[in-house]
Structures are given as C-alpha cells and as structure tokens.
C-alpha cells in the first residue's frame, strides 16, 4: 500500500479535473447524434465510474430498457430527460449532467436531505447561536448549557474555515468543557478546510481512510491502495476535551468525508443522522454533442475495510423530535451537551 497525505489527494483532485477527462475520453467513432450521444454516455460510465459495488444498480439492463427511447430526431428536451433517468438510476449526488439549458442530479440525494432533515434552522438561531452570536470565518458560535459547551455551526466546506479562526474560537471560551460542532445540512465544498478543522484535533498519526483510483474498463479496475493519515499539529495545542459532531443526510461530499475522518479521533463522537454520503472523487467530460456529465472515479475504504459511499453512520443515532422543536429546543443539541458534561475530565 502506498502512503499519501491529504494534500496530494487536493493535488489530484485538481490534476483530474484539469488534465485529460475530456482527452482522455474523446473518441472519434462517436458522433453529436442522439443515439451516439446516449451510447457515448452509457459506455463512458460503464468503463470509468468507481462505485458499481456499493449502488444497486443493474447497468446492461438500464441500458436495455432506455437505449430504445432514444432515437436520431429526437429533440434535445426529449434526450436529456432519458439521459436524467440513466444517470438517476445511481443515486449518486456528484453524478450530474449539464446541457439543454438545464442540470440533471440525483434525486434520491434531493429527496433525503430535504425530506429527511435533521435540523430545524430556526431553533438553532433563536434557542442556541441567539442575537449575541459570533461569527468567525465561516462558523457562527456562542456557549450554550449554562456556558459549560460552545456550539459552533458550520454551514458549508465552501466557507472559510482555517486552523487559525478555529483556534481563536476555542481560546475565547477557556472554561467550556467541550465543544459541539454543528454541520448538519452541510451539502461539502473545499476538502482544504477538513484538513484545517482537523489540524487541531490530537493527531496520533491515525489512519483517516484509504483510497483508489478506477484504473482500468472492468467495473473492479482500481489503482494501488493509499492511506490518508491525521494530519500533525506541531505547531497548535491539539484540543482534547470532548468533541461532538453533529450530522445527518444533508452531510455530502466534504461533510461526510470530514465525518469519516472525525471518527478516526479518540475524543470525537459523532451524533445525529447517518450522512448524505459522497466520498468519492468527482470529475467531469464532455459529451459529443457538447453537453457535459461528471462522476466519481475513486473510492474511499474506512479503517474498518468498509465503502461508506452511501452514508456515514454516527456513533449515536438521535433523530429530531418535533416535540422539542415545537418548545424551541433541538434533542440533538441537548443530548450532545449531556454527553459532553457527563464525560468532561
């Protein structure tokens, strides 16, 4: 197995997006026809898409039952939608389809962040972050528990979120006994601020997750095996006290992969919702009639050898009661600042 840090996964992230999809997929047979559009499609997925073991999902047949809807004359309205329904049929939020004047994304992904949240924003603001909020960067904060726990909320990984604005949060509350720490509905953004967050949790060199690339047509084609470690904080006091993440379904992309992540840390609990899922490694190409599509080609092993692709469990489940909300209280909350007090040494 191969070794690599999280910045060369950045670094590669960047060279797949920037290098050669496109070169690397172009082939002349194919023309801007529906039909070879359709099957340019289809074939591209097939050979280069890295999740087929963890998405139930029959492929030949997808094609059987929709290569037959599709037909030289149709119009582009009438393609796009039979192409939506092809790549729906993965589940599978970073795998989208641009053209037509319009943008095609799973469904599923829609359906169980917005209808299976876990979050209630309005509690947050009125009960938790309150008028006398802080906001530092990206991460809105205040104490909350009879200034026992700070509760920081953190929308976005597109939102800035250095070590440095994190390490000022926690030295402006000395006394607190943990820290919750609120991403649920966080849809990801920049891996860069996982890596931030991370730098001032104890690093003992763990093994974060382990990672490869698809290599090769057949569905099991991967590159070599490269682990990702916890990254060293030389340079900052690691933060030791408790440390209570807070998840649910609306967590994609780089907020389930900081999920996985965070469970590799001796005084993280993760608490909430299983996570949207999303750990794989997006890129895109286009099409021959010049719409573009865009898929993973990676997958992400957890230490315990399993593909969490499709959602990151927590460590506690705990699901919103509307009963508490309805008082203008979040269970989640309160149960994660219990367990902080309970445990705090």
Not at 44 to 56: G, Q, T
Not at 125 to 136: C, G, I, P, Q, S
Not at 317 to 345: E, F, G, H, Q, W
Request: proline fraction near 5%; charged fraction near 20%.
């Amino acid at each position: 197995m191969k070794h690599i840090r999280l910045y060369h996964i950045i670094l590669l992230v960047f060279a797949i997006s920037v290098t050669g999809c496109e070169k690397l997929f172009v082939d002349e047979d194919y023309d801007s026809s529906p039909t070879s559009t359709f099957d340019y499609l289809w074939h591209h997925i097939d050979e280069h898409y890295s999740l087929f073991d963890v998405k139930s999902v029959d492929w030949p047949q997808m094609y059987d039952s929709l290569r037959p809807q599709v037909f030289d004359g149709m119009s582009n309205d009438s393609l796009f939608a039979v192409m939506r329904k092809l790549l729906n049929s993965l589940d599978d939020g970073h795998v989208n389809l641009w053209g037509n004047n319009d943008v095609a994304s799973s469904e599923l992904i829609f359906l169980q962040k917005y209808g299976n949240g876990n979050f209630d924003l309005n509690t947050v603001a009125l009960t938790y972050l309150r008028a006398d909020r802080h906001t530092t960067g990206g991460m809105t904060y205040n104490s909350i528990a009879d200034s026992q726990v700070l509760y920081i909320r953190y929308s976005s990984f597109s939102n800035s979120a250095t070590t440095a604005q994190l390490e000022k949060i926690i030295k402006r509350y000395p006394d607190i006994k943990g820290i919750v720490f609120d991403i649920r509905q966080n849809g990801g953004g920049e891996i860069q601020n996982e890596w931030n967050l991370m730098t001032l949790l104890p690093s003992q060199g763990q093994l974060l997750y382990s990672t490869q690339l698809k290599s090769g047509p057949a569905h099991d084609d991967f590159g070599p095996l490269q682990n990702v470690y916890a990254p060293e904080n030389d340079d900052h006091t690691p933060y030791t006290k408790p440390f209570v993440l807070l998840t649910d379904r609306g967590c994609y992309s780089a907020a389930s992969s900081f999920t996985l992540c965070l469970k590799s840390y001796p005084n993280v609990t993760v608490m909430g919702d299983t996570t949207g899922g999303g750990l794989a490694i997006p890129t895109g190409a286009a099409l021959p009639n010049g719409w573009y599509f865009r898929f993973g080609v990676s997958r992400v092993i957890a230490p315990d050898g399993i593909n969490y692709e499709n959602g990151v469990p927590p460590d506690h489940l705990v699901l919103l009661d509307p009963a508490a909300t309805a008082t203008k209280r979040d269970n989640i909350i309160d149960s994660a600042c219990t367990l902080i007090i309970n445990n705090y040494k």
